[in-house]
């Protein structure tokens, strides 16, 4: 098998994560959850993997790190827990229904939403956002990279209109967190939101969010957590406030390995790496006639994704021959990107997806482009 659906999830982890894993099964109770050995050995694993995410995005501090079970559930506690009837939202037409179905449930409550365009290639135009800025704007929701055309949203450019706006910015880097460095503080950025389970190759059902100090959350969830008992309200106390309930402590010991792996192994190296066998599957499919390759390649600053139709085939076809006929594990269809593809014009044939990983190779990328000639040759 040739595994090339890492915008999806990242099927090759670290040897380290899979150990840190097995190891929490042998030790880890329940963190906050008494002063016995192993509810304290679950309180300083889930606490060292929040300094190191801490550090890893340049937060002020531990506290601002909250854990969720995954991006979607960050996004959720964001939106839901930021905005108000009668606030005005930015974001755009590259976001994930992550972003966009909790945005539209905030419509139906009162919040105005403004959701800004792209140009032929898939890329937001600044100054659109800078016009669509109004009184009662709080804040711009917006993806760092878009999970269908691998084009990147610059995040510098961004938290220059929010910050000159006394806006919030709240970013949505599933495709980039582990891959592309983010600095919460040089950038801007008031809330990010992640997921553990793709470029920062931990565990499924692991993620979190940073939120900026001062910037208050209305906590999606409320229940257990370990203080603060007799109070009838959930704690105000960051983490807590955020995160009701028993953590994926097992989980989360693999994702604090997976950070310590980034960090020794080095963002760029593996960055350079994914951009390396893209460029390679990119060029060697583009010029195949029939093929329909979408997104910017003029510029390396973009996830490692290459996204394509055959003619006029059915991107589950492809993706079924790649599958069956070559061993070639891919992604077709709409990508939970309804408004991408809308730009695109490719609502009923959706997509077929190709995203790298560093533990791919030159050789799975040469076998697949000649799968794809072969396939486009029918």
């Known amino acids: 098998m040739i595994y090339m659906d890492n915008a999806a999830t990242t099927l090759h982890k670290p040897d380290v994560v899979k150990a840190a894993v097995l190891a929490a099964f042998d030790t880890m109770g329940n963190a906050g959850r008494g002063a016995s050995e192993p509810a304290l050995d679950?309180?300083?694993?889930?606490?060292?993997?929040?300094?190191?995410?801490?550090?890893?995005?340049?937060?002020?501090?531990?506290?601002?790190?909250?854990?969720?079970?995954?991006?979607?559930?960050?996004?959720n506690i964001a939106i839901k827990g930021l905005f108000c009837p009668g606030n005005h939202v930015i974001t755009t037409v590259l976001e994930h229904n992550s972003v966009?179905?909790?945005?539209?449930?905030?419509?139906?409550?009162?919040?105005?939403?403004?959701?800004?365009?792209?140009?032929?290639k898939g890329n937001i135009l600044y100054e659109e956002m800078e016009r669509a800025v109004k009184d009662n704007t709080k804040a711009v929701v917006c993806t760092h990279a878009s999970n269908l055309t691998g084009n990147m949203i610059d995040l510098n450019k961004v938290g220059e209109i929010t910050k000159r706006h006394g806006l919030l910015?709240?970013?949505?880097?599933?495709?980039?967190?582990?891959?592309?460095?983010?600095?919460?503080?040089?950038q801007g950025i008031d809330v990010l939101c992640f997921?553990?389970?793709?470029?920062?190759?931990?565990?499924?059902?692991?993620?979190?969010?940073?939120?900026?100090?001062?910037?208050?959350?209305?906590?999606?969830?409320?229940?257990?957590?370990?203080?603060?008992?007799?109070?009838?309200?959930?704690?105000?106390?960051?983490?807590?406030?955020?995160?009701?309930?028993?953590?994926?402590?097992?989980?989360?010991?693999?994702?604090?390995?997976?950070?310590?792996?980034?960090?020794?192994?080095?963002?760029?190296?593996?960055?350079?790496?994914?951009?390396?066998?893209?460029?390679?599957?990119?060029?060697?499919?583009?010029?195949?006639?029939g093929i329909k390759v979408y997104g910017d390649f003029s510029t390396n600053d973009r996830a490692a994704i290459v996204s394509f139709n055959i003619g006029d085939y059915d991107s589950s076809e492809v993706s079924d021959k790649l599958n069956v006929e070559y061993g070639i594990v891919t992604r077709p269809g709409a990508h939970c990107a309804p408004l991408m593809h809308k730009a695109l014009g490719t609502v009923e044939q959706g997509a077929v997806r190709f995203s790298f990983s560093h533990y791919n190779t030159e050789e799975e990328v040469d076998t697949a482009v000649r799968a794809v000639e072969e396939l486009a040759r029918e």
């Open 169 to 186: 910015l709240v970013v949505d880097a599933s495709q980039t967190a582990g891959v592309w460095p983010v600095d919460v503080q040089e």
């Open 42 to 75: 679950a309180s300083r694993v889930i606490y060292a993997a929040r300094e190191k995410l801490a550090h890893f995005f340049n937060a002020e501090s531990a506290s601002r790190i909250v854990f969720t079970a995954n991006s979607t559930e960050s996004l």
């Open 195 to 289: 997921t553990g389970h793709k470029g920062l190759l931990g565990p499924q059902g692991t993620g979190g969010m940073y939120v900026r100090t001062g910037v208050d959350i209305r906590p999606l969830l409320s229940g257990g957590s370990g203080i603060d008992t007799y109070n009838p309200h959930h704690p105000s106390q960051m983490p807590t406030a955020l995160e009701a309930g028993t953590l994926n402590g097992h989980g989360i010991a693999g994702l604090g390995a997976a950070v310590t792996y980034l960090e020794e192994t080095g963002l760029n190296v593996i960055r350079k790496k994914e951009q390396s066998l893209m460029r390679r599957f990119y060029e060697g499919i583009s010029a195949i006639p």
């Open 100 to 120: 966009l179905r909790p945005l539209y449930e905030c419509q139906e409550q009162g919040v105005e939403i403004t959701i800004l365009g792209c140009d032929e």
